[in-house]
C-alpha cells in the first residue's frame, strides 16, 4: 500500500509541476519548449534535464530551480497564514500578513522558496494584487491598504501546489465561494464553509455551499458541494439535487451524504436504485 501511495503522489505531482512550469512561462513560452523538446527527443529515452534543456535552447528561459525545488526535491508546503489590520506610520491602513511553513522537514523536503500571489479584495469591488516572497520557516509582510477590506486570496492564481490554513471570517470564505470566474478558489472555500456549518450552523456559509450545489456549472464542484453538505438542514437540498443533476457523480454524492445523515436503510436503498 505505500508503494501505491507513493506513486499515486508522482503521477498527481507531475500534472502540476508542468501546470506551475507553464504558468511561470506563459503558456506561448512553455509551448515553444515542450516542441522543441519532443522534436529533439521523439522515441528516445529522456532524463529531467532533457526536459531543462530543451526548454532553455528554444526559449532562453531557465527552469533549473523550479525542478530542483519541485522535482528533485520531495514533497510541497503547508502554508499556515493569518493577518490582521493595523495603523500604518502615514496615518493609513496596512495589512501585516504571517506566513509560516508546517510542512514537516526531511532530508528531501526543504522550505520551499516561491513568490505568492496574494490578492486583496475591497468592498467596493476592486481587486489589488500583492506578489511576497516566501522563503524561510516563518515570514511577515506588510500590504498598504487602499480600502475597506472585503477578503484575501492566498495564492490567488492557483497555480502552487500546496495546503493552506487560511485563517479568515466566514464572510470572506464565503465571498470567495463566489468567484464563479475562478472554481479553484471556489474549491478551497468549501472546507472552510462546511466546518461553520457544523460548528456553528452558520446560515451562510451553507446557504454559499447551496449555491454552488445548485448552481456551479462545474460538475467536479457541485460533486464537493454535495459531499460536504453532510448535516440535517441540506437533506431538502439533496434530495432536490438528486432529482434534476444530470450529473451522475453528483448524484451519487448526494446519496452517500444523506446515508451520513443515518436515513433510514429502505430508504437509503431507494435512492441508490435511483442513481443506478
Given amino acids: 500500500q505505500g508503494g501505491a ?16 512550469i507553464e504558468h511561470a512561462l506563459g503558456s506561448d513560452v512553455f509551448w515553444q519548449g515542450v516542441r522543441h523538446y519532443l522534436k529533439e527527443h521523439a522515441w528516445d529515452l529522456v532524463e529531467t534535464e532533457d526536459f531543462t534543456r530543451a526548454i532553455f535552447d528554444s526559449t532562453g528561459r531557465n ?26 506610520e502615514d496615518g493609513g491602513r ?20 516561491l513568490p505568492v500571489n496574494v490578492d486583496l479584495c475591497y468592498a467596493d469591488g476592486s481587486r489589488e494584487r500583492q506578489v511576497v516572497r516566501v522563503r524561510a520557516a516563518d515570514s511577515e509582510f506588510e500590504l498598504p491598504l487602499t480600502g475597506e477590506l472585503a477578503d484575501l486570496l492566498f ?3 492557483a497555480t502552487i501546489l500546496c495546503e493552506i490554513r487560511l485563517q479568515k471570517d466566514r464572510h470572506m470564505w464565503v465571498h470567495q465561494a463566489s468567484l464563479t470566474e475562478e472554481p479553484a478558489l471556489q474549491w478551497r472555500a468549501i472546507d472552510a464553509l462546511r466546518t461553520a456549518v457544523l460548528q456553528r ?12 450545489l445548485e448552481r456551479s456549472p462545474h460538475p467536479l464542484l457541485r460533486v464537493r458541494a454535495a459531499r ?49
Avoid at 12 to 19: A, D, E, R, T
Avoid at 67 to 87: D, N
Avoid at 94 to 113: I, M, N, R, S
Fill in 5 to 20: 501511495e507513493r506513486a499515486n503522489h508522482v503521477y498527481q505531482k507531475g500534472p502540476w509541476v508542468l501546470y506551475m
Fill in 63 to 88: 527552469i533549473e530551480g523550479l525542478i530542483e525545488q519541485w522535482v528533485e526535491c520531495a514533497g510541497h508546503p503547508v502554508f499556515e497564514v493569518r493577518f490582521a489590520e493595523k495603523r500604518a
Fill in 94 to 113: 496596512k495589512l501585516v500578513l504571517h506566513v509560516e511553513q508546517a510542512q514537516e522537514l526531511a532530508a528531501l523536503v526543504p522550505h520551499f522558496d
Fill in 155 to 157: 495564492d490567488s492564481s
Fill in 201 to 212: 450552523g452558520d446560515e451562510l456559509a451553507a446557504s454559499s455551499l447551496y449555491d454552488l
Fill in 228 to 276: 460536504s453538505c453532510d448535516f440535517q438542514s441540506a437533506i431538502p437540498r439533496l434530495l432536490h439535487a438528486l432529482e434534476i443533476d444530470s450529473w451522475p457523480g453528483v448524484r451519487h454524492a448526494a446519496v452517500q451524504s444523506l446515508a451520513k445523515l443515518q436515513l433510514d436503510y429502505p430508504a437509503t436503498e431507494r435512492l441508490r436504485a435511483r442513481i443506478g
